[in-house]
């Protein structure tokens, strides 16, 4: 029987608020869901508080049937106020949470040495010691296995210096067209066209692939000597949260399972599709 992947999201793990009641969420717990559910053995690390908030996300995390190293601490569980505007999600993101204080643990550095695949963002390294963590956690990933930066651009969380040096750590690089203009501006080539600034992205940091979505309109991945590119299908939209997410899980867990490119591509856009008709992030089958 073929082993399955190891796949670990580390970051943020909070409770999107919307307007229809409390989800949970959070980007690289989302990319494992996901990962999960086309056949990887996923891993969520992060924390939440010793709250009630906290205990209802634990309940919600062993319904979806994921592993998970999730620390308990002295800090309020995250939470995030979505307001969507025509379906397209606005947030508001909570400060001095427990996913900004990550400790760092024996068990989870000897579930990184397993990985296949890891997912990280910028969000939660806003904080100096879930950065450390973080950073700390990658190092000991194996050199040939997937490290997947998601970048999120969220309010004033993100710095030029958190990007670059994520960048250097990663060699999966996963970014949003609004995003991507962020980006072009940071690094100065705000001149090129977004196709021209995903293969310069893919040279100067030496990624395995820069993946770009570009909402409604089309996804895009780059290598060194390849592209994929997909027209987004029309669905009837419910709301687009975690849809990203899904589509880099998808993606990962296809690549991992032997899929050629383009054949991996289809299968994120059809989950990302999949993703987008139903609420939240955590979606039923």
């Known amino acids: 029987m073929k082993k399955k992947p ?12 919307l307007p229809t009641g ?15 559910k086309l056949g990887a053995e996923s891993y969520a690390i992060s924390a939440v508080g010793k709250d009630p908030l906290g205990d209802e996300i634990m309940q919600e995390i062993n319904k979806i049937g994921i592993g998970y190293l999730i620390e308990r601490v002295n800090y309020p569980t995250g939470t995030v106020l979505v307001e969507l505007k ?24 000897t579930l990184a040495k397993k990985a296949d695949a890891v997912c990280f963002g910028t969000l939660a390294q806003r904080s100096e010691t879930s950065r450390e963590t973080i950073q ?3 190092s000991f990933v194996p050199e040939n296995s997937y490290r997947i930066l998601d970048v999120n651009i969220r309010q004033h969380y ?7 040096s994520s960048l250097r750590i990663c060699n999966v690089f996963k970014i949003n067209d609004d995003e991507l203009l962020m980006i072009k501006n940071i690094f100065e080539i705000d001149k090129m066209s977004d196709a021209d600034a995903c293969k310069w992205l893919v040279e100067n940091f030496n990624l395995k692939f820069m993946i770009l979505t ?25 709301d687009t949260v975690g849809a990203g997410d899904s589509f880099t899980g998808a993606f990962i867990s296809s690549i ?17 599709a999949f993703v987008c008709t139903r609420a939240g992030a955590w979606v039923s089958e």
């Open 6 to 17: 190891i796949i670990i999201g580390i970051g943020e793990l909070l409770w999107d608020v």
């Open 214 to 238: 570009a909402g409604a309109n089309y996804s895009a991945i780059y290598t060194h000597d390849n592209v994929s590119h997909i027209v987004t299908p029309k669905v009837k939209v419910a």
């Open 256 to 272: 991992l399972d032997g899929k050629m490119l383009a054949e991996a591509h289809q299968a994120a856009v059809d989950r990302a």
């Open 22 to 36: 409390k989800k949970a969420g959070g980007a690289p717990i989302n990319f494992v869901y996901h990962a999960s």
């Open 158 to 164: 993100y710095s030029k210096e958190i990007i670059v």
């Open 86 to 109: 025509e379906g397209i999600p606005n947030y508001t993101i909570i400060e001095g949470v427990a996913w900004d204080h990550i400790p760092l643990t024996e068990s989870m550095k």
């Open 136 to 138: 700390t956690l990658l």
